[in-house]
């Protein structure tokens, strides 16, 4: 179901979902590889979560 | 609602990039919004789902058809195909060079056929070399 829902969401979130959660990359490291500002690495992943959340609540996950 | 600098300091926090006293004053904060803290609390239970995928080969479970097929029937699939495509390559190539018939032809179907093996060979190569560096083959889904 996690891979369900990493295939719904958009390319951007899933690519910043992967560097962080998968590969484990740092905000500073991210930044660098997304060519991004490092402020925007949080609210990129903010946004890539919600959404993350809304597709998986969407298959029938259950958070709290 | 909380604020889009909440956010931002939310995830800070949950991915450990905030400092020990930015760290405090956003634990006051948490205590005091039951909205962030649900959205902590959600946000911690999926990184822990999404952190339990693999990108890195599993230490499943192989049985022993899974290690027989590996190590033993793969290997000899392979060199028997390998074997007889050489064997029949080499083959036609004799029979083809010692027939009867136009030098001229012979060398444009030769030609011809070396051009397609040799772009087969390229793909097959490329493709092998991407596979061997595609840090995302061992993906379980």
Redesign the interface.
């Given at each position: 179901m996690?891979?369900k829902g990493?295939e719904r969401i958009g390319e951007e979130h899933r690519e910043i979902?992967v560097l962080?959660?998968?590969?484990g990359f740092?905000?500073t490291e991210i930044a660098t590889i997304l060519e991004i500002p490092e402020?925007t690495v949080?609210?990129r992943?903010?946004h890539a979560?919600h959404a993350?959340?809304d597709a998986?609540v969407g298959m029938g996950a259950q958070?709290? | 609602m909380s604020q889009?600098n909440s956010?931002?300091?939310?995830?800070?926090y949950l991915?450990g990039?905030m400092p020990p006293d930015e760290r405090a004053r956003f634990d006051t904060e948490l205590a005091s919004s039951t909205e962030l803290s649900?959205e902590l609390?959600?946000?911690k239970?999926?990184?822990a789902?999404?952190?339990?995928?693999s990108?890195h080969p599993a230490t499943h479970y192989r049985s022993v058809w899974d290690q027989v097929n590996a190590s033993v029937a793969r290997p000899v699939g392979w060199i028997l195909i390998v074997g007889g495509v050489i064997a029949w390559t080499g083959y036609g190539a004799y029979v083809f060079s010692t027939s009867p018939g136009d030098p001229w032809e012979k060398l444009a179907t030769g030609a011809i056929v070396i051009g397609i093996l040799t772009l087969l060979a390229s793909v097959i190569w490329e493709r092998y070399r991407d596979w061997g560096t595609d840090p995302y083959r061992d993906v379980h889904?």
């Open positions: 996690l891979w990493l979902l962080k959660e998968l590969e740092r905000y402020g949080a609210s992943l903010y979560r993350l959340r998986l958070y709290p | 889009p956010h931002d300091d939310l995830m800070r991915d990039e649900r609390a959600i946000f239970a999926m990184r789902d999404v952190q339990g995928l990108l889904r």
